[in-house]
């Protein structure tokens, strides 16, 4: 039986982030993943670094907005009504967290998490070899309406208070940004502290091959074989069981298989979305990615061609997919950006892996020695900083803790030393 001191449980760039800053301390880490590393949702995504987010994508609070994606017309947002009556708890969690005091609160205390995402991702890629992919251009967001420019308020003013710069601009300073955009908008916000990458994979990749030069196994393997042996936890993988001490969920989107069989549920839901990449006409081209606000969609210049990534998808996680969303959004992303064909014949779909009011769950599983769960939704590199655990997360402890009051002290005891 093979043993090691970690088990981390899935290689996106959660899972191969934290197996790599594991080895750097020295620790000898398996990383399982029942696919390659990097080829779920860390393949497709936008690739912003997170770092200048100050609100996390909120429920919308514009009648108008809701009525639009209720009536499926909107860009920005789909759904499959089959699947709503199973998301109502979860969207009604998303939208008391997306009250104006509760994202204020919620945006300072995600900021010293957010605050470091570029500066420990670009030491990373240095030590990765992955530099070529970073880009700190900063990120453009451009407004239609002077209303949802308008909605930005309050950003600013917590720009303000945590120093980051965030500039206002006309369409003309836009332009001057990125010539190619064409004027449908009237107002722009540009972040320049904002990173991106060329590839998200690419950089999974190349974290991935740091951590096997210092050491590190990557297996394949199924997380939900994961079982208590002794004081630690057994994995099976293609070469046969592993054990370790102490195991780390970051199974990202698929979280929930392994932690509800063991009792630990958790308010993760998904919130799909899909990217094409394109050519673009003539001569045109992005220098950053560009946030058209109000139609709700990224192009990002990628290696592989401008990648438009898609807002949300409220659908189960393994529901075929069904990119509609495009159809809407085309004449509208036309309109901003001369696009050309279509360099791709598949359209990607990932899940984000979302809580209703984005903060991650890092830290010691609650009940189960050694199982240390790491998941979160557009969110940086996780940290196990001075960091105040999520009310949901906090709830699930004192559940359990009362749950264990009514039972006799010899169980008690011997859950403590299990
Ligand atoms: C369209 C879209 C755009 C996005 N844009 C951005 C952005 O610009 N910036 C940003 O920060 N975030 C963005 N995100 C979110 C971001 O991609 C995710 O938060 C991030 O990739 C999650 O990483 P992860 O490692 O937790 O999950 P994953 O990358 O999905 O990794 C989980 C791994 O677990 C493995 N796994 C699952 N089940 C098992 C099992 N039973 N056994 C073994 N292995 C298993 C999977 O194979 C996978 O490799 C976007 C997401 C989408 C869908």
């Given at each position: 039986m093979a043993r090691t001191d970690v088990l981390v449980l899935g290689a996106g760039i959660v899972g191969t982030s934290v197996a790599l800053h594991l080895a750097k301390r020295g620790l000898s880490v398996a990383l399982l993943d029942r696919a390659g590393v990097g080829e779920q949702t860390s393949f497709g995504n936008a690739g912003i670094v997170e770092g200048n987010t100050i609100f996390p994508p909120a429920f919308p609070a514009d009648p108008g907005a809701l009525m639009r994606i209720a009536l499926k017309?909107?860009?920005?947002?789909?759904?499959?009504?089959?699947?709503?009556?199973?998301?109502?708890?979860?969207?009604i969690a998303f939208r008391t967290a997306s009250r104006p005091a509760r994202l204020i609160e919620n945006a300072r205390l995600i900021r010293p998490l957010f605050a470091r995402?570029?500066?420990?991702?670009?030491?990373?890629?240095?030590?990765?070899g992955a530099a070529q992919f970073l880009r700190k251009t900063g990120w453009?967001?451009?407004y239609r309406s002077a209303r949802s420019f308008k909605a930005l308020n309050a950003e600013f003013d917590l720009a303000a208070e945590f120093g980051l710069p965030l500039q206002a601009l006309d369409v003309a300073g836009a332009q001057t940004l990125e010539p190619s955009l064409r004027p449908v908008f009237a107002h722009a916000a540009f972040w320049p502290q904002a990173a991106s990458v060329s590839n998200p994979y690419g950089v999974t990749r190349a974290y991935a091959a740091r951590f096997a030069a210092l050491g590190?196994?990557?297996?394949?393997?199924?997380?939900?074989?994961l079982h208590r042996a002794g004081a630690g936890w057994r994995v099976e993988t293609n070469e046969g069981g592993v054990d370790a001490r102490e195991a780390v969920v970051a199974l990202g989107p698929w979280a929930h298989d392994l932690l509800d069989p063991l009792g630990l549920r958790l308010p993760l839901m998904v919130k799909r979305g899909y990217h094409r990449h394109f050519h673009a006409q003539g001569n045109a081209g992005l220098a950053r990615p560009v946030l058209d606000a109000?139609?709700?969609y990224v192009i990002t210049p990628m290696q592989q061609g401008l990648r438009m990534t898609t807002g949300v998808e409220i659908a189960a996680r393994d529901a075929a997919p069904t990119p509609v969303q495009f159809a809407r959004l085309m004449p509208k992303a036309r309109e901003l950006f001369p696009l050309g064909e279509r360099s791709d014949d598949q359209t990607w779909l990932g899940s984000r892996p979302c809580f209703p009011d984005s903060r991650p769950v890092i830290g010691r599983a609650p009940g189960l020695n050694g199982l240390r769960p790491q998941t979160a939704a557009r969110l940086p590199r996780r940290r196990r900083a001075r960091w105040r655990a999520p009310s949901h997360w906090r709830r699930a402890c004192r559940a359990r803790r009362d749950r264990n009051a009514d039972r006799p002290a010899a169980w008690r005891r011997s859950r403590r030393q299990r």
């Open positions: 017309r909107a860009g920005e947002a789909n759904y499959h009504l089959s699947f709503l009556p199973q998301a109502l708890p979860w969207l995402a570029v500066a420990e991702h670009e030491a990373l890629m240095a030590e990765a453009l967001k451009v590190g196994v990557t297996l394949h393997g199924d997380a939900r074989s109000d139609a709700g």
